[in-house]
């Protein structure tokens, strides 16, 4: 199971200085969005069944569930970061 911290900590490394609401249900499962000056991105699952994100969602996207599947968190992060162009220089 990832706990608060491991999730706020991977959210940091991976993807720097970014605002991040998250949270983590009884179940294991967590829920976070993450947003810098340009993009903002939902990732929601459990270490056992996978991430799911969606970057820039739509005002109609919402609880349509995600495109995009990772087998864990770090995968789906990174994702995220190369979505957000954070790898260009």
Do not use: C
Request: aromatic share 6%; glycine share 12%; proline share 4%.
């Amino acid at each position: 199971m990832t706990t608060e911290d491991e999730t706020r900590d991977a959210v940091h490394r991976i993807l720097g200085d970014v605002h991040l609401e998250l949270t983590e249900f009884p179940g294991g499962n967590i829920s976070l969005t993450v947003s810098d000056d340009h993009h903002s991105a939902t990732v929601d699952g459990h270490p056992v069944s996978g991430y799911g994100w969606t970057v820039d969602p739509g005002e109609d996207d919402g609880f349509t569930g995600h495109d995009q599947i990772s087998p864990t968190l770090e995968d789906a992060l990174e994702a995220v970061r190369a979505e957000f162009g954070l790898d260009e220089d």
